[in-house]
Each structure stands twice: as C-alpha cells, then as structure tokens.
DNA sequence: GTCCC
DNA sequence: TTCCATGCGCG
DNA sequence: GGGACCGCGCATGGAA
C-alpha cells in the first residue's frame, strides 16, 4: 500500500533490525514534501542516521549503491524474493525453501507437500493476488457483500474500509469490518476474557484449533463471523478460507458473471458493536494520517486506537473509554477538524 | 541502524 | 488435550 | 554506553 522500499532486500543478518530502520527512513523519505539534494540534508530528518546519510550521498554521486548492487546479483537474495511473492511464505518459510533446493515458483508446484494450506492457495492465486482491483470492482464487491449481509441479518452493520474507503482508484484487497449489536465489547454473552484497550500485555492466544471453532462450542462472535462467512459462500463468492477465527476472516472472493475473473483477497473483521466507530476510523487510515490523529490525542490527554478513545489521567493512567457514536465524533472530542475519508490520504 | 536515555 | 513459541499478514 | 524498536489474530507444530 505504501511506496514500496525498493523490495526489501533479506539477505544477511537479523533482517528485522534492518528491515524496520530502513522501511522506517524510506518512510520518512518519501513522505517529505522536498527534493533531497545531500546526505547532510537527510540526515536532519528523524530516522535518518549516519550510514543512511552516507549511502544517499553514494547514490547521489555515482547513480547507484555498491551494496545494494550486491545484493541484487546474489542468488538467495533472488529467490527469498522470488518465492515471497506467495501469500503465507515470508522470510523463514523462504530459507527452508531454499535450503531444501527450491527456489522458483515452479519448483514450489512440484513440491506442494512443502506447504501448508494458506501457503498452498498463495501460490495458485499468485497473479491475481498481485493485481490490483479497480476501484469499479471494488464498489461492487462492497454492494455484494453488504446486501448479502442484510438479507442474513439487518441487524448486522458493515463498512468496506481501507484505501477504498479513503477513495483509491485501486486496492490490493477489500477490508470489510462488520459489527452486530449482539457482540459487545463487555462479553456479557461470550463469557470469553475480552480487551477493551490493547494495552494489556499483550499475549498471544491460544484460541482452541479451527476444528474446534467450526463445532458447537462457539463464542458469539465465532458465530456472528461465521454466519456470514458461510453466507457469503453459500453462493460461491467466497471461494476459500485463508485463516478463521471468531474475529478476523481472512480469505479469497470473487464476483459472480463473466466479467470477473480474477480472484480477491477479503478480509473481513468482526468488530464489538461499542468499537466499531474507533475500529473503522483506525482501519481507513492511511497509516500516516491514525499516527497523526494519535498524536494529536495525546496533545489532548487522549489515547486513541483501534478499540477506543480514552482520557489520560494525570498520572497517565487511561480512563474508561469514551462512548462513541460515530467517526466524526472522535474528531469532535479531539477539537480535530473533520477530515472526510478521501482526505486521509496522508 | 537509529533514537533516546 | 492444553499450552506456548514462532511465522505471517496487515493497517 | 546500552536498551527499545507496533501490536494483534490466526495457523501450526512441538512441549508439557
């Protein structure tokens, strides 16, 4: 979604290290309104440190970088790249691969015992998962989904959020949050331990296996999710499932006639009814405009995120979260100026 | 690697 | 069977 | 000189 940091290149050590400081001063880079003529000027920016300085002052007097001219000639480097192109492979699958001799897409297809299931449909929708949805297809993803989900249930409330929402003339995937008054941020019907803040330690969970979840012991929201999962399929416009749990879908769609051919990735995000205003606004970004608007709040002795807004005690301590009836009145309580989705393009 | 304490 | 760490995708 | 670096849901595989 963001301008691509020239592919990240993984070649040597802890690429985490460098992979965050560098997406972080490429970020920083592209995001600045003016022409970068020295290294001496970069480097008054925030995120950009000496050896940055350095390579942008290479680049500015030769026209290329010897590093990254290594980099780019070296095999592995080729292949980590190669093979990530496939939803579900990242940069440890990568190395396995490689190290057990694969390292081209169509070695993968000779090996598919070598993948698990979300990998296994990365590699047959590799393509389509790399073309972009005009904005047309996407608006008629959104119609599709959201008369399918009123016709299961009115109560059910649902936004296509995402660089869509923001108005983009074409999206990598279709970001769908929906919400039911039945699921509530308190669990009172759930009886599952539930955040309201994600301030907590923040633990990973355990969530029993998808065989459990598909069975009978599911948590409201398994069964809110579900159902419209399953209704979705019903007509065969989800076609597959990627991950599934009682929150987050992650899966592929595509329109019914003739005109459709391409397969796209959804994702759709149970959200708790009292939460879903802050998580629509957090889920339309852009990235840079939720750092600005948290930012902001902080000025104002505020926390935001994605399940609410919350005053700041002196101590610094948040507060219970403010009720919210809609986007704009997160802007109000901020004293933001409203900004319309289409101006969140930051 | 960069920032910040 | 349950718990836990790791890998991955994502805004 | 030395630690922190976004946080979270889900899948998976090995440990308990």
Redesign the pocket.
């Known amino acids: 979604?963001c301008a691509d940091s020239s592919s990240t290149p993984s070649t040597f050590s802890s690429d985490s290290?460098?992979s965050?400081?560098?997406r972080?001063?490429a970020s920083v880079l592209s995001h600045h309104p003016e022409r970068i003529t020295s290294g001496e000027q970069a480097r008054q920016?925030?995120?950009?440190?000496?050896?940055?300085?350095d390579k942008i002052d290479e680049f500015l007097q030769t026209g290329h970088l010897r590093k990254l001219d290594k980099i780019r000639a070296s095999d592995v480097a080729v292949a980590t790249a190669e093979l990530?192109r496939?939803?579900?492979?990242?940069?440890?699958?990568?190395r396995?691969l490689i190290d057990g001799g694969v390292r081209t897409l169509e070695e993968l297809r000779a090996r598919p015992e070598l993948l698990?299931?979300?990998q296994t449909l990365?590699l047959r929708y590799v393509t389509e998962f790399e073309s972009r949805i005009p904005r047309q297809e996407a608006a008629a993803i959104e119609r599709h989904v959201l008369h399918r989900v009123a016709e299961l249930d009115g109560r059910y409330r649902a936004t296509v959020?995402?660089s869509y929402r923001r108005g983009a003339e074409s999206s990598?995937?279709v970001?769908l949050l929906i919400t039911h008054p039945d699921y509530t941020s308190d669990g009172a019907e759930t009886g599952r331990r539930r955040?309201v803040d994600?301030?907590?330690?923040?633990?990973?969970?355990?969530?029993?296996?998808?065989a459990?979840?598909r069975g009978s012991g599911r948590s409201a929201g398994g069964r809110l999710?579900g159902a419209v999962v399953d209704h979705l399929s019903q007509d065969g416009f989800v076609t597959d499932?990627?991950?599934?749990?009682?929150?987050?879908?992650?899966g592929v769609c595509r329109l019914p006639g003739a005109q459709y051919t391409t397969h796209r990735?959804l994702?759709i995000r149970l959200v708790p009814h009292d939460q879903y205003h802050c998580a629509v606004l957090?889920?339309?970004?852009?990235?840079e405009f939720?750092r600005q608007m948290r930012a902001h709040a902080l000025e104002q002795g505020f926390t935001l995120n994605e399940y609410g807004l919350r005053p700041l005690g002196t101590t610094g301590v948040a507060g219970e979260p403010v009720p919210v009836g809609s986007e704009r009145e997160v802007f109000e309580y901020l004293q933001y100026p409203y900004r319309p989705p289409e101006q969140r393009n930051l």
């Open positions: 979604m290290k460098f965050s400081t560098s972080k001063a920016l925030a995120g950009i440190g000496r050896k940055i300085a990530s496939v939803s579900g492979i990242g940069p440890a699958k990568a396995q698990n299931r979300h990365g959020c995402g990598g995937d970001d955040t994600g301030a907590e330690t923040g633990r990973g969970r355990s969530a029993a296996g998808s459990t979840a999710l499932t990627l991950s599934q749990g009682d929150s987050k879908f992650m990735r994702d957090y889920f339309t970004g852009s990235d939720n």
